[in-house]
């Protein structure tokens, strides 16, 4: 999943929300928020449903695309590029 993207990627290209996100900050690759008692918390989350994922309606979803393009235009990382990839030759044998 393109957890850096969330709000892009996600949110706005499938109209798809995490609802109830338990560890404290945004929705973050599992590897990045914390330790292991994180990463059990979420995993409890998603198996008894608190934190599920939710189709957004046509109105959330202007909502969310609104919200995204304003914190974008404050300068908050809304739309972050992803890296370049090196296209250096690979040496031959």
């Not at 996600?10 to 798809?16: A, D, G, K």
């Amino acid at each position: 999943m393109n957890y850096t993207n969330y709000k892009q990627k996600i949110v706005e290209h499938r109209s798809f929300t995490l609802v109830s996100w338990p560890v404290p900050g945004l929705v973050q690759n599992p590897s990045k928020i914390g330790g292991r008692p994180e990463v059990n918390k979420l995993l409890d989350a998603f198996w008894d449903g608190t934190c599920h994922w939710v189709k957004l309606t046509d109105e959330e979803f202007l909502v969310r695309m609104k919200d995204n393009r304003a914190c974008a235009a404050r300068g908050e990382p809304v739309y972050v590029p992803r890296k370049r990839r090196n296209r250096a030759p690979l040496k031959q044998r």
